[in-house]
């Protein structure tokens, strides 16, 4: 029996569902949203709402908690690439430096509501090899 179990494990490994959860958020983070399949965009859409929450509260601490949920990677940049990023020039990040900027943007923009950041939508197509209804998970 699955009594108060409430992970929704998707058929893999906690380590491999960690990072499939992460690389999604931050593919919704930077998009806005997302075509997934409907059991993928039911258990992400519990993560998105967090994450926007731990945005909103605007601590060091939600920051950091936010960063380690997103698993952000910072690279190394060079003495020239660095001068650059000074300049203004954000080209020299990867993508995950970028993902913060955006979740700022996320957070003024849910500034003032109270829940519910983001809704599925059921597309009315399948997917092609398994069959599995697609949908998207946009911010509302």
Same mark, same amino acid.
């Given at each position: 029996?699955?009594?108060?179990?409430?992970?929704?494990?998707?058929?893999?490994t906690t380590?491999?569902?960690r990072?499939m959860?992460?690389?999604?958020? &931050?593919?919704?983070?930077?998009n806005?949203?997302?075509?997934?399949?409907?059991?993928?965009?039911?258990?992400?859409?519990s993560?998105?709402?967090?994450?926007?929450?731990?945005?909103?509260?605007?601590?060091?601490?939600?920051?950091?908690?936010a960063?380690a949920?997103l698993?952000i990677?910072?690279n190394?940049?060079t003495?020239?690439?660095?001068?650059?990023?000074k300049?203004?020039n954000?080209?020299?990040?990867?993508?995950?430096?970028?993902?913060e900027?955006k979740?700022d943007?996320?957070?003024?923009?849910?500034?003032?509501r109270?829940?519910?950041?983001t809704?599925?939508?059921?597309?009315? &197509?399948?997917?092609?090899g398994?069959?599995?209804?697609?949908c998207?998970l946009?911010?509302?």
């Amino acid at each position: 029996m699955r009594h108060r179990k409430r992970t929704c494990k998707l058929g893999r490994t906690t380590s491999h569902r960690r990072c499939m959860v992460a690389n999604m958020l &931050k593919a919704l983070v930077i998009n806005g949203r997302i075509e997934t399949t409907e059991a993928k965009a039911k258990m992400l859409k519990s993560y998105a709402d967090k994450l926007v929450t731990l945005a909103k509260k605007d601590t060091l601490a939600s920051k950091r908690r936010a960063v380690a949920q997103l698993m952000i990677r910072y690279n190394k940049l060079t003495s020239k690439e660095r001068r650059e990023a000074k300049n203004g020039n954000a080209s020299a990040y990867n993508d995950d430096r970028l993902v913060e900027s955006k979740l700022d943007e996320v957070k003024t923009r849910f500034k003032d509501r109270q829940g519910g950041y983001t809704r599925v939508i059921k597309l009315p &197509k399948f997917r092609v090899g398994d069959n599995a209804s697609m949908c998207l998970l946009e911010f509302v």
